[in-house]
C-alpha cells in the first residue's frame, strides 16, 4: 500500500510563498501520477494541479494559475507545490493523492487511489 506523508503547512501572510511536500512510501512512485487538492471549511475538496508520472505534463485549477507549480522528484519519491502570491482564499487543507491506474494527474478526485492526511495552510493577515 502507498503511504503519503504532506508537510510544510502554516501560516503565511497574503502575498507570501510556502513549499508544500508530499513523500511516498510502499510503492513505485515513478508508476504515480500524482495530484493535490485542497478543502476549505463548509466547501468539497476541489482540484489544485496535477502532475504525470514522468512530469513532462501538468495541470492546474484556473484559480491558482500562474500562482502554485507542481514538480516531483522520483529519485526522492516526493511531489512538491510551491504556492507564491498567496491569498486568504487559498486557506485550506491540502491534500496529496496518488492513481495508480492513469499516466497524468487528472482533475478528478475519484480517480486517485491514495491520499495523504493533509497539511493546513493559512493565508492571513
Known amino acids: 500500500q502507498v503511504q503519503l506523508v504532506e508537510s510544510g503547512g502554516g501560516l503565511v501572510q497574503p502575498g507570501g510563498s510556502l513549499r508544500l511536500s508530499c513523500a511516498a512510501s510502499?510503492?513505485?512512485?515513478?508508476?504515480?501520477?500524482m495530484g493535490w487538492f485542497r478543502q476549505a471549511p463548509g466547501k468539497e475538496r476541489e482540484f489544485v494541479a496535477g502532475i504525470s508520472r514522468g512530469g513532462l505534463s501538468s495541470d492546474y485549477a484556473e484559480s491558482v494559475k500562474g500562482r502554485f507549480t507542481i514538480s516531483r522528484d522520483n529519485a526522492k519519491n516526493t511531489v512538491y507545490l510551491q504556492m507564491n502570491s498567496l491569498k486568504p482564499e487559498d486557506t485550506a487543507v491540502y491534500y496529496c493523492?496518488?492513481?495508480?491506474?492513469?499516466?497524468?494527474?487528472?482533475?478528478?478526485?475519484?480517480?486517485?487511489?491514495?491520499w495523504g492526511q493533509g497539511t493546513q495552510v493559512t493565508v492571513s493577515s
Open positions: 510502499g510503492g513505485t512512485f515513478s508508476r504515480l501520477a
Open positions: 493523492a496518488a492513481d495508480l491506474n492513469r499516466r497524468r494527474g487528472t482533475t478528478d478526485l475519484n480517480d486517485y487511489n491514495y
